[in-house]
């Protein structure tokens, strides 16, 4: 099974002076694949964009790179049945006319 959680919120992330005191929007854009096996036990996605939301927030990166790989090893860990999952940061208001993003891709 895949799910796929698309979110937007306002946070801390950056490393240049105004982006450690102003809040920016980012939009993050998770797809994981995962073992259902129709037994009940499901992926649930309101726990996913839970967990994405809360590390971002709390833990106010300076870099994208850390943000992702942090974010990845969270649901990677709190959620067993995941099998590979990729997740996309994107922050489209940094440079005027221009979308910033990174991407990870991580199989387990």
């Given amino acids: 099974m895949q799910i796929r959680v698309d979110q937007e919120f ?9 982006e450690r005191v102003q809040k920016q929007k980012i939009t993050i854009n998770t797809v994981i694949n995962y073992h259902y096996k129709g037994d ?4 649930n996605y309101a726990d996913i964009a839970s967990d994405v939301k809360n590390n971002i ?18 649901l990677c860990n709190n959620h067993t049945k995941i099998k590979n999952i990729q997740m996309k940061i994107s922050k489209p208001n940094i440079i005027e006319d221009t979308v910033v993003s990174v991407s990870l891709f991580k199989e387990r």
Avoid: P, Q
């Avoid at 306002?10 to 105004?18: A, C, E, S, V």
């Avoid at 009940?40 to 992926?43: K, S």
């Fill in 57 to 74: 927030e709390t833990n106010k990166f300076e870099l994208i790179e850390d943000a992702l790989i942090s974010t990845i090893e969270l």
């Fill in 40 to 43: 009940g036990i499901f992926l």
């Fill in 10 to 18: 306002d946070t801390i992330i950056g490393i240049l002076d105004f």
